[in-house]
């Protein structure tokens, strides 16, 4: 008989192969093919164990086929708590019984888990806050936009025709007074902007709703349309702009900053009195703003005697509050105890105006910022407990914070558009987010989970957490221990983590380079120089079709693997969760590939038992981490105890005893080296068959002599076993 090494050699040197060749045994074949079209079916642990078939191949696959009568300790592993320390099946020192409960999704009390509902889910919640965010910043500039296109096209206004003719002034004109310029009526306008505001019986006067009085103020047109000395005056301008950032809610933005700012400098200092400032709306908010103190709520009276204290007095108004801000802003300005500017000074000296206009950058949008932040943190919170698309209809917080985000006005837009936006099938291109030109509905669409019902759904996820930790896992494997590549380790899972959630289709992926790089190396791909197109005809591909790309790759799983681990759908985008799964995708196909393993290892068993352990080791050897991982598997054990030359009676020792003969003998670090693996598993066969001489008729020296396996030397002291296997 050929000798232990040399045979598990034939087996492993190419397991695509080899693990083919098993697979295409008919009666192999058809149980996988009857466990991949019946696992989903499976709704309990009930189910599971009643279907013998079913039951067996999942056993099997786990080394476990000899435990299949013991369905009380089989219930009671999959009904434990696999993240509990104390349950049932992490006191077992068999670990193979903790990865076979891992392998499905049941619950504690025998079901299956259902995969929870989220309008929206973490990351669909933190891009609509960043979004959100992002609307101010982009409102701001598009203001400042308009602001600017006013201001240099207003000149040219010669008559109120020309005003109502240009769509952007007549806008920015109308938004100034707070009237919506997509429904206001031209003619109407075009009346009261030609009105005469000091007749008592012109058009603007009749009229009831003040902001056309306010519109009619800000243009200087005649009776007949014509503006001889110009539309506006430069303090008519003036007031439209300002008036404009301010109502349009622009107000703290750089650019209303910098407007405002300009006002000030050139204004401050031609105030005659503390009334002046206090009169002044626009400068009161001004200097309040820069020092910190709300101009809303803050009183005019209580201002004025601030302003007017004498710093030098201990016993002034702003000398004995509190809060030193006050004190901070009277010294700011030169104002005497009764009001006026003191003799020979300036309302503010250069050195304070600059101290004024530098303050107000750094605070003219806290007020902004703490409203947005308290709007952020009621919409998580409430966006949690929504579970149909009518919670967030009916709620106006939510509503607004959402369309706001998506750059959607909830003050103009229909909700029963919103209603059917929010609740179309992206998939369909004929719902009617798809059938809308503008892409802020598809966007808004694609940001929340509720199905054509109106109920939430489970989440559109690129892959589920669990596949996401295995690659995580995966990737971290191929890396070696220094400080190094662990910091390396952590730097990429933790960019993986925060990016993949947000993928949305195949095409995003692939375009992250360094995603894309991740995914690769996980799955032993990243030398393979596999191009975009072939990647996502993988990705896309069906790995449970016995015909698809993925499995017609001649044996080479890694593309098959790497595709299970994802939820693209074959259109390239994401798939929503499953309600319900017993098992992911990838969870069925390791239970299948692990069967066939099984399989092939029984097979070479029967051969030769020594090649079926080896075989084991070598597919277990990745995963030990501890000598206590050895221990608790007899066949590791047989192993090492073979090829370290450690008697069996080692097991009568304490475990602890145990443990540290192994590790004297044996660095597990070496173990995930797929080249000191086979080193040790040669050592491993050369003594296996010195111990069952009659397994083999070549003895060691053929083994030694044999092919491409390893040199494990020839001298004695390396066949006793007795020294520490080094690499």
């Known amino acids: 008989m050929t000798a232990t090494y040399i045979s598990y050699r034939l087996f492993s040197?190419?397991?695509?192969?080899?693990?083919?060749?098993?697979?295409?045994?008919?009666?192999?074949?058809?149980?996988?093919k009857y466990y991949q079209d019946n696992i989903g079916k499976v709704k309990s642990v009930d189910d599971l164990l009643k279907d013998q078939r079913l039951y067996r191949v999942a056993m099997e696959s786990h080394g476990l086929g000899d435990m299949v009568f013991a369905k009380a300790l089989i219930r009671k592993v999959l009904e434990s708590d696999v993240k509990d320390t104390a349950s049932f099946v992490n006191r077992l020192a068999d670990k193979r019984y903790l990865e076979f409960a891992k392998a499905f999704n049941f619950t504690t009390s025998g079901g299956v888990k259902q995969s929870l509902a989220y309008a929206q889910n973490e990351f669909q919640q933190d891009d609509t806050i960043e979004l959100y965010s992002e609307q101010r910043v982009k409102q701001g500039v598009a203001a400042?936009?308009?602001?600017?296109?006013?201001?240099?096209?207003i000149a040219t206004v010669a008559t109120v025709d020309d005003l109502i003719g240009n769509a952007r002034l007549f806008a920015f004109a109308l938004n100034a007074a707070g009237i919506d310029?997509?429904?206001?009526?031209?003619?109407?306008?075009?009346?009261?902007?030609?009105?005469?505001?000091?007749?008592?019986?012109?058009?603007?006067?009749?009229?009831?709703?003040?902001?056309?009085?306010?519109?009619?103020?800000?243009?200087s047109f005649d009776g007949d349309g014509n503006a001889a000395g110009g539309a506006q005056s430069a303090s008519q301008l003036d007031a439209t702009v300002y008036a404009n950032y301010a109502r349009a809610g622009k107000g703290a933005t750089p650019a209303a900053a910098a407007y405002n700012t300009g006002y000030y400098t050139a204004t401050i200092n031609t105030l005659a009195s503390v009334d002046d400032l206090l009169n002044n709306d626009r400068l009161f908010a001004y200097a309040l703003t820069a020092y910190g103190i709300n101009p809303n709520t803050a009183s005019k009276v209580t201002i004025r005697q601030v302003l007017t204290s004498d710093l030098n007095d201990p016993g002034s108004f702003a000398n004995t509050l509190a809060d030193p801000k006050y004190r901070t802003l009277a010294a700011a300005f030169n104002f005497a105890t009764d009001g006026s500017v003191v003799a020979g000074e300036q309302v503010q000296a250069a050195a304070d105006l600059a101290a004024t206009t530098s303050r107000y950058f750094t605070t003219y949008d806290d007020s902004a910022e703490a409203a947005e932040a308290f709007a952020t943190n009621l919409y998580r919170g409430q966006m949690n407990v929504v579970s149909k698309v009518d919670d967030l209809l009916n709620n106006a917080g939510l509503y607004a914070y959402a369309l706001q985000a998506f750059g959607l006005d909830p003050g103009t837009e229909a909700k029963s558009k919103i209603r059917s936006v929010l609740t179309s099938d992206l998939s369909d291109r004929n719902s009617l987010a798809n059938r809308q030109t503008d892409p802020r509905y598809r966007a808004l669409a694609a940001a929340f989970n509720f199905g054509t019902d109106g109920k939430a759904l489970q989440p559109r996820e690129a892959q589920s957490e669990t596949d996401e930790l295995a690659i995580i896992r995966r990737y971290g494997a191929t890396l070696g221990s220094s400080a190094t590549d662990d910091a390396r380790n952590k730097e990429e899972g933790a960019y993986y983590h925060n990016t993949i959630s947000r993928v949305r289709s195949v095409d995003d992926l692939l375009k992250d380079k360094r995603l894309k790089d991740y995914v690769l190396r996980a799955f032993g791909l990243e030398g393979d120089r596999l191009s975009d197109a072939t990647l996502k005809k993988a990705l896309t591909s069906d790995p449970m079709d016995q015909a698809s790309f993925l499995n017609t790759q001649g044996g080479d799983h890694r593309l098959r693997d790497m595709a299970a681990a994802f939820n693209f759908l074959p259109d390239g985008t994401v798939g929503r969760s499953p309600a319900q799964a017993t098992q992911s995708r990838s969870g069925v196909l390791d239970t299948t590939d692990g069967y066939v393993r099984q399989m092939m290892e029984e097979d070479a068993g029967e051969q030769n038992e020594g090649v079926r352990l080896a075989l084991y080791f070598q597919r277990k050897a990745p995963g030990i981490t501890s000598a206590l991982d050895i221990l608790a598997d007899k066949a590791l054990l047989k192993v090492v105890q073979?090829?370290?030359?450690?008697?069996?009676?080692?097991?009568?020792?304490?475990?602890?005893?145990?443990?540290?003969?192994?590790?004297?003998?044996?660095?597990?670090?070496?173990?995930?080296?797929?080249?000191?693996?086979?080193?040790?598993?040669?050592?491993?066969?050369?003594?296996?068959?010195?111990?069952?001489s009659d397994a083999t008729a070549a003895g060691p020296a053929t083994l030694l002599l044999g092919g491409d396996a390893p040199s494990i030397g020839t001298d004695v002291g390396l066949l006793s076993g007795m020294q520490r296997f080094r690499r």
């Open 642 to 692: 073979t090829a370290l030359g450690l008697p069996a009676a080692m097991s009568q020792a304490k475990i602890e005893v145990q443990a540290a003969m192994i590790e004297k003998r044996l660095d597990v670090t070496d173990l995930k080296d797929a080249t000191r693996v086979e080193k040790f598993l040669a050592r491993f066969g050369a003594l296996y068959d010195l111990e069952n």
């Open 181 to 219: 310029p997509s429904v206001a009526s031209k003619s109407f306008i075009r009346n009261v902007l030609t009105s005469d505001l000091d007749d008592p019986s012109s058009f603007a006067n009749q009229l009831t709703d003040a902001r056309y009085g306010n519109l009619a103020a800000l243009f």
């Open 13 to 32: 040197q190419d397991f695509a192969k080899t693990t083919a060749r098993t697979a295409a045994r008919p009666d192999i074949a058809a149980d996988t």
């Open 144 to 153: 400042a936009t308009e602001a600017q296109y006013y201001q240099a096209k």
